[in-house]
């Protein structure tokens, strides 16, 4: 006798079936539409309300890059995220745009550093 199709289901739907069976979550179901073609497309959906982000400290840019590039990604991977600058905020950096500007800022910091250890009096420091 042959089975059904709505009866047979694979070994890998039962056990993902065993798995959610603890979880009392609602099945998501996506809506369908038939397009003008007959294509079927997916509907949207209603938006989920956002997390409140407000209490989450927002990071640094050069923090941001000096992560991914420690990382060894490219300065174009990194470009593809999407910086801007306060000049121009409605375009983003290109990978040259950012290069540039993440060399100038290291070099900005290192010599910022550098001044300020350099200007610690020496009967400060501490001699053994």
Not at 10 to 27: H, I, M, V, W
Not at 52 to 66: I, K
Not at 70 to 82: K, N
């Amino acid at each position: 006798m042959a089975r059904s199709g709505v009866d047979q289901r694979t070994g890998a739907s039962k056990k993902a079936e065993a798995d959610l069976e603890g979880e009392t979550r609602p099945r998501q179901v996506m809506p369908w539409a038939r397009s003008v073609h007959g294509a079927a497309t997916v509907t949207r959906l209603s938006k989920r309300p956002r997390p409140e982000l407000a209490g989450l400290p927002v990071p640094n840019m050069f923090e941001v890059v000096m992560f991914f590039r420690a990382r060894g990604d490219s300065y174009a991977r990194i470009a593809s995220i999407g910086f801007w600058s306060n000049a121009n905020p409605g375009k983003a950096l290109t990978a040259r745009e950012l290069k540039v500007w993440f060399e100038g800022e290291l070099k900005r910091r290192v010599a910022k550093s550098s001044a300020a250890k350099s200007s610690v009096p020496r009967s400060a420091s501490k001699r053994p």
